[in-house]
């Protein structure tokens, strides 16, 4: 098996027309139709990246020849709509053509387990061991069609009225919040504005154009991608901002001032609307990468806690065993209760703004509120280059830190090394190194009660590279 092709964190992922093309497209829906199996049914769906029409409709064309039942999608949508048809329809699977929040010259492919969430890595190491070993014939979409074996379908309005059934909407639309939605260029472009057109909320989307360049920003919901979207905030009269990555599958927010509120304030924040205004309980999930802070509220409400490796499967393959309240990723990726095994910023910034109407409070001033009562976290992230050549240079040289008593002058209480390396430090900060296992990065994660403090821990962390 060629190693151009392998699943990673959250799918296969690699740049367009060069490991990603159609021949390694339908090698991989060839492998999946052979991990499934005849008489399954699928849902495919799509972003707006090159090439991923062709690649969708090239993957229902080799699961049909395999006598696989397609539904497939009729038009660019998030990923978390394919998650959700999956369960609503009972399919046996979900494919869905993106890379997410990647750089725009990346393409990819998400697979979908019957539950509605991300498959496990048991299944994606079947699948890569099965690649190039059939050939893959393709039948004409029309006589597929025909044939009764694939139907284009709209997937999207009725995933728009399950989350209408979601939320709480007599109280959506009496507010009167001035919300700014930056859709990145993405495919949750509208959806926000949409389950709130019949409210007195007043919604302004920018960047809405489906753009596979995505206007040549990286469409992730992160500070420094988000600078267009804040100086609209400053220039105008807005209560919050929401922003959505490329599949919407993510989200981050802006303050009235245009301050960026980071997915860990974010992930809190609605456990916190989760228990107080909602009257829910269950267990919390963080992964390694995950602010404290979840912990601290955790504990303040008796809930238990579980730690992941990065990555949403993780996270969903606890939310099928257990009782869970909330499951979180530190990218913006959060799994809500009476919902999917799957992350959706869609749902996600609807329900921010559903808190702040419960609350009757800005989001300034919750943000206070919870540092008040939890204390202060100041969380980072820094992404150095790492080429895929040095990857290995940069794990001997993590796997000898291990050994480390000290970071930044500071003692080192303990050391977490499952998915990384991580260095609890004696005064309650930490650090974190971990290669991506989507993108040629070496990504260092930090937490401490001072910006200054968790500036400092990063800076002491870059020098390892």
């Not at 339908?26 to 990246?49: C, P, T």
């Not at 490329?246 to 303050?255: F, N, S, T, V």
């Not at 267990?283 to 404290?292: E, L, M, P």
Request: hydrophobic share 40%; charged share 30%.
């Amino acid at each position: 098996m060629p190693k151009k092709i392998k699943f990673g964190t959250d799918g296969w992922r690699a740049i367009v027309g060069k490991d990603f093309n159609l021949r390694n497209v339908e090698a991989v829906a060839q492998a999946i139709a052979d991990y499934l199996g005849r008489r399954s049914k699928v849902a495919v769906g799509y972003d707006i990246r090159r090439l991923s029409r062709e690649s969708a409709r090239g993957i229902a064309q080799v699961l049909t020849a395999n006598k696989i039942k397609v539904i497939l999608s009729d038009r660019p949508l998030p990923t978390q709509t394919v998650s959700f048809t999956v369960r609503q329809l009972k399919c046996t699977a979900g494919i869905m053509v993106t890379a997410s929040h990647n750089p725009a010259r990346f393409n990819g492919i998400k697979i979908k387990g019957p539950f509605g969430g991300a498959v496990a890595k048991e299944i994606t190491d079947k699948i890569e061991r099965g690649l190039f070993k059939h050939t893959p014939d393709k039948i004409p979409i029309e006589l597929a069609q025909d044939k009764g074996l694939l139907k284009a379908a709209d997937l999207v309005s009725p995933y728009l009225k399950f989350l209408q059934s979601y939320l709480d909407m007599p109280l959506l639309r009496k507010g009167r919040l001035k919300v700014l939605v930056d859709s990145m260029h993405g495919t949750a472009n509208g959806y926000i504005a949409r389950v709130l057109k019949d409210s007195s909320c007043k919604v302004t989307t920018i960047h809405q154009a489906f753009d596979p360049s995505f206007g040549g920003i990286k469409p992730e919901p992160i500070q420094s991608c988000l600078r267009e979207a804040a100086a609209v905030i400053r220039k105008g009269s807005f209560d919050i901002g929401l922003a959505t990555d490329g599949d919407g599958d993510r989200i981050a927010a802006l303050d009235s001032q245009g301050g960026y509120i980071s997915p860990q304030q974010i992930i809190s924040l609605l456990l916190l609307h989760l228990i107080r205004n909602r009257n829910l309980k269950g267990a919390v999930i963080k992964t390694i990468a995950g602010t404290s802070l979840l912990e601290r509220i955790a504990k303040k409400y008796k809930l238990k806690v579980y730690e992941t490796p990065v990555g949403f499967k993780h996270i969903a393959e606890l939310m099928l065993k257990k009782d869970i309240l909330i499951g979180g990723e530190e990218a913006g990726g959060i799994g809500f209760k009476n919902y999917l095994p799957e992350r959706d910023g869609i749902l996600g910034g609807l329900l921010l703004l559903e808190m702040l109407l419960a609350e009757n409070k800005s989001i300034e001033a919750l943000l206070e509120e919870t540092e008040k009562e939890f204390g202060r976290y100041c969380y980072l992230r820094k992404d150095l280059e790492c080429r895929a050549c040095d990857k290995d240079k940069v794990r001997t040289r993590l796997s000898g830190m291990r050994r480390q008593r000290n970071f930044a002058g500071i003692k080192i209480s303990r050391v977490k090394d499952y998915d990384g390396v991580k260095f609890e430090l004696a005064d309650g900060s930490w650090i974190l190194f971990r290669l991506s296992g989507t993108e040629p990065a070496l990504r260092i994660y930090a937490e401490a009660d001072s910006l200054a403090k968790t500036k400092r821990l990063i800076s002491k962390g870059v020098r390892i590279h």
